[in-house]
């Protein structure tokens, strides 16, 4: 997928191309999973789609729920979407940093003179 470090870097074209490709899959991620979340919210915990919202993005974004759950399965939903939700933000920074560090790092390394 990269270039190695025996072949020049990408051409501005193609860097932005990829940039854009990797913000759309972190951007797949996140709304897939805030649609996991709102779904688990609103079954099982009863909650409006606007409060499942607000919990499932809170807990995506690292803050934490607003509601706490109160069923027994909401509780259990709750803690393994929280355990996902710091999975998926750490993914979600890779997936965006991933491009631009290894262009930094590429240029860094590449001697034309090779």
Do not use: C, Q
Not at 87 to 110: C, D, N, Y
Request: proline share 7%; net charge neutral; aromatic share 10%.
């Amino acid at each position: 997928m990269y270039e190695s470090k025996k072949h020049p870097p990408l051409p501005s074209t193609g860097f932005v191309k990829r940039v854009l490709l990797h913000l759309s899959v972190a951007l797949g991620l996140l709304t897939t999973s805030l649609a996991i979340g709102m779904v688990g919210y609103m079954t099982l915990e009863h909650l409006s789609p606007l409060d499942a919202f607000l919990n499932s993005a809170m807990l995506l974004g690292g803050m934490g729920p607003v509601n706490p759950p109160v069923t027994d399965g909401g509780k259990l939903f709750a803690g393994l979407y929280a355990l996902y939700a710091g999975l998926v933000f750490i993914v979600t920074a890779a997936l965006v940093f991933t491009p631009v560090v290894h262009r930094l790092l590429h240029k860094f390394h590449w001697d034309a003179g090779e």
